[in-house]
């Protein structure tokens, strides 16, 4: 069955760094993939959606790498700020629907 | 647009008892979702709908669980009888296009808690 690995482990980095995500995937090859951002009690919104022939996709301080080959996803936030602090979850697709990680907690301190 | 709305915000409940969730999606969109999330299992694909027929409900994990969407602008998500496995957060989403493709506006969430 479908797997989608993300770091369980919180993510904890000082503002002005650069925050980078893992998303690893098996047993399947989505032809999209999309990220989402959750902060606590609220629903997920979306970020950022790559598809498999584009190998990089950028919005703002947001960068996402899509590598097939190896099955993994890579999520970098520039300059990362406090008010980024939230879960990050990937979302790579299964044929009509999105599958999504258990997500990564970022943590950003000044 | 108000986006996704969803009711209870939260629902405390005994075991055995009937739970309703609602959901009104954003206008125009074709597509809705419920979701299930747990600390343990995350973000889990229950049943989805297209123009208000149901689609995929493989998700579903069995048949105390029942969902229709009776027009464009509502549907329903309910567990008869509940559990105290089925305490989770249960999210609404809808979208313009098929899931894969395009984003998902998801609502709030409704908090079901099963004593």
């Known amino acids: 069955s479908q797997k989608i690995e993300q770091n369980s482990e919180a993510l904890n980095i000082q503002e002005g760094k650069t925050a980078t995500l893992t998303c690893n995937y098996t047993?399947?090859?989505?032809?999209?993939l999309q990220w989402y951002r959750q902060d606590p009690g609220r629903g997920p919104v979306f970020l950022l959606l790559?598809?498999?022939?584009?190998k990089e996709k950028r919005k703002e301080r947001l960068k996402v790498t899509f590598d097939t080959t190896l099955k993994q996803s890579l999520f970098h936030i520039t300059a990362s700020q406090p008010a980024d602090s939230a879960t990050y979850l990937c979302?790579?697709?299964?044929?009509?629907?999105?599958?999504f990680g258990t997500g990564t907690r970022l943590q950003v301190f000044p | 647009d108000a986006g996704v709305i969803q009711s209870p915000r939260h629902e405390v409940t005994e075991m055995g008892q009937e739970v309703t969730l609602r959901c009104k999606p954003i206008?125009?969109?074709?597509?809705l979702f419920w979701y299930r999330q747990t600390m343990m299992r995350g973000l889990e694909l229950l049943i989805y709908?297209?123009?208000?027929?149901?689609?995929?409900d493989s998700g579903m994990p069995e048949d105390r669980f029942s969902a229709k969407m009776p027009n464009a602008s509502f549907s329903t998500l309910k567990i008869q009888p509940s559990e105290p496995r089925d305490s989770a957060v249960y999210f609404c989403?809808?979208?313009?296009?098929?899931?894969?493709?395009?984003?998902?506006?998801f609502g709030e969430g409704s908090r079901l808690t099963v004593l």
């Open positions: 989403a809808s979208s313009l296009v098929l899931a894969y493709s395009g984003e998902l506006f």
């Open positions: 047993n399947y090859s989505p032809a999209y």
């Open positions: 790559i598809r498999e022939n584009e």
């Open positions: 979302a790579p697709a299964h044929t009509d629907k999105l599958i």
């Open positions: 206008s125009g969109h074709d597509y």
């Open positions: 709908f297209n123009n208000n027929v149901p689609i995929d």
